[in-house]
């Protein structure tokens, strides 16, 4: 079954620090790997994504996550943060071998920056 | 620019009530995705579609509906509504047969169940 897990409910980090919100995933089969980021009162917003090739992916706002198959892992970083990278991140899987209609999210990181 | 639409931002029904939410999307997608939002929870999947008057069940249907009479809009229905479901409720939407691509969600609906 796909299960993903995001081991921190909160992440701190000072503004201009890098920072990493951690992931790890789940599945039978090669994945296809999301990033979403959600601010105060909206939806979802997605940031990047892993398909193939290239294990680093860049995406939105200067993110960027590096896919580990050995690890299983696919860790969202920035090298410098924002106070308005405050919000909460959602990781994401996709099982390609299953039809690739559902999406399994993680339960969610929230992310304070402070200044 | 690329929208998904929800009928309401905040709702507050009755415990019994029927409640209808809404979800519109202007992409021609044909997928589409009810998902509710719980703290140290993320999202869980309710029901989907992939096509007019086609449904597929997600991981927590007991006490949903949904309908889909056009391709664009994708309605949840609580048949009659209980205090456990007072929640998040987001909306999405992606294109069929590309697995690769990432979804589209509207900005929720914030049910209160009293």
């Known amino acids: 079954a796909q299960s993903v897990a995001q081991p921190e409910d909160q992440v701190n980090v000072a503004e201009g620090n890098p920072l990493t919100v951690k992931c790890t995933y789940s599945?039978?089969?090669?994945?296809?790997l999301f990033w979403y980021v959600q601010y105060p009162n909206r939806g979802l917003q997605f940031l990047l994504k892993y398909i193939t090739g290239d294990n680093l992916v860049k995406g939105s706002y200067g993110f960027e996550a590096e896919f580990n198959k050995s690890q299983t892992s696919f860790h969202l970083k920035k090298p410098s943060a924002l106070v308005s990278d405050s919000a909460l991140y959602f990781c994401a899987v996709r099982d390609i071998n299953t039809g690739g209609f559902k999406t399994i999210f993680g339960a969610g990181t929230r992310l304070f920056v402070k200044a | 620019d690329v929208k998904v639409t929800q009928s309401s931002r905040y709702l507050v029904k009755r415990t019994g009530e029927k409640v209808f939410l809404e979800c519109v999307q202007d992409?021609?997608?044909?997928?589409m995705f009810w998902y509710r939002q719980d703290p140290g929870l993320g999202l869980r999947l309710i029901y989907f579609s992939y096509d007019v008057k086609m449904k597929e069940k997600g991981d927590i249907p007991e006490g949903y509906s949904v309908s889909r009479e056009k391709k664009e809009r994708f309605s949840l229905i609580l048949e009659s509504a209980s205090t456990n479901q007072t929640s998040m409720y987001l909306c999405?939407?992606?294109?069929?047969?590309?697995?690769?691509?990432?979804?589209?969600f509207g900005p929720g609906t914030r049910l209160t169940v009293t």
């Open positions: 999405a939407s992606s294109p069929l047969g590309d697995q690769r691509h990432e979804q589209y």
């Open positions: 992409m021609d997608h044909e997928n």
């Open positions: 599945v039978s089969g090669n994945p296809y």
